[in-house]
């Protein structure tokens, strides 16, 4: 079975500017969940789908948002970017019944 | 506050020795716990994992031993190798599905 694959792997971005990034969860997963990792904060829970619906939320501002669509791939946007969100975004996904969450490789977001 | 925490950044040891891992969480509540293992570029793989209701679980050369009283975590690798180098995340489970994490501890093997 595949992995959770994130697309892009890398993206530049500069400040004010948005981006929308890409999961692909495992076949059959419905749960996505997205995390921050940063080497000052560690990984942060921002959001989580099932079913394309939001069940859960971090301590994330509104600028953070996602969505999720039928086929469960999820989409995260990060709006008016700031230094600070530099990072690597990572996406877990979950199969109904099961605790696991299973990462994909992420994708590193550098803000100039 | 929410806070999952390591008793140790780092971890040095020689290749075939045990390695163990502790983690320090906060949440009594919470009732699964989860060890990830982060290599340089790469996404958090799945170790293994535990429920409040055990106090330990095996897997292959590694095992999680779990104890609520006093809030505490680890994770045991039986004669590390040079593959087993990288950096290792406990996380709790808090309300649905959300996964708070510690710190990490970057361990290193050597030979």
Same mark, same amino acid.
């Given at each position: 079975k595949a992995g959770v694959?994130?697309?892009?792997?890398?993206?530049?971005?500069?400040?004010?500017?948005?981006?929308t990034l890409s999961c692909s969860p495992i076949s059959g997963h419905?749960?996505?969940?997205?995390?921050?990792?940063?080497?000052?904060?560690?990984?942060?829970?921002?959001?989580?789908?099932?079913?394309?619906?939001?069940?859960?939320?971090?301590?994330?501002?509104?600028?953070?948002?996602?969505?999720?669509?039928?086929?469960?791939?999820?989409?995260?946007n990060v709006s008016t970017l700031e230094l600070g969100d530099s990072a690597l975004y990572l996406c877990a996904s979950r199969g109904t019944g099961s605790e696991t969450q299973y990462f994909g490789p992420g994708t590193r977001l550098l803000v100039l | 506050g929410e806070s999952v925490g390591l008793h140790l950044p780092t971890l040095s040891v020689?290749?075939?020795?045990?390695?163990?891992?502790?983690c320090a969480y906060s949440n009594s509540a919470?009732?699964?716990?989860?060890?990830?293992k982060q290599e340089s570029g790469k996404g958090p793989q799945f170790i293994i994992d535990i429920r409040s209701n055990m106090d330990k679980r095996q897997g292959q050369r &590694?095992?999680?031993?779990?104890? %609520?009283?006093?809030?505490?975590?680890?994770?045991?690798?039986?004669? +590390?190798?040079?593959?087993?180098?990288? &950096?290792?995340?406990?996380?709790? %489970?808090?309300?649905?599905?959300?996964?708070?994490?510690?710190?990490? +501890?970057?361990?290193?093997?050597?030979?």
């Amino acid at each position: 079975k595949a992995g959770v694959t994130q697309t892009p792997r890398y993206l530049i971005k500069t400040r004010g500017q948005q981006v929308t990034l890409s999961c692909s969860p495992i076949s059959g997963h419905r749960s996505v969940s997205w995390y921050q990792q940063t080497p000052g904060q560690g990984l942060q829970f921002l959001f989580e789908y099932f079913s394309e619906t939001q069940r859960n939320k971090g301590n994330f501002p509104g600028r953070f948002s996602g969505r999720q669509f039928s086929n469960s791939r999820s989409e995260m946007n990060v709006s008016t970017l700031e230094l600070g969100d530099s990072a690597l975004y990572l996406c877990a996904s979950r199969g109904t019944g099961s605790e696991t969450q299973y990462f994909g490789p992420g994708t590193r977001l550098l803000v100039l | 506050g929410e806070s999952v925490g390591l008793h140790l950044p780092t971890l040095s040891v020689q290749e075939g020795d045990n390695s163990i891992i502790n983690c320090a969480y906060s949440n009594s509540a919470s009732d699964y716990f989860i060890w990830y293992k982060q290599e340089s570029g790469k996404g958090p793989q799945f170790i293994i994992d535990i429920r409040s209701n055990m106090d330990k679980r095996q897997g292959q050369r &590694v095992t999680v031993l779990l104890n %609520k009283t006093v809030k505490h975590l680890s994770l045991q690798i039986a004669a +590390t190798q040079p593959g087993d180098s990288a &950096v290792y995340f406990c996380a709790e %489970k808090w309300g649905a599905q959300k996964l708070v994490f510690g710190q990490g +501890t970057r361990l290193t093997i050597n030979p």
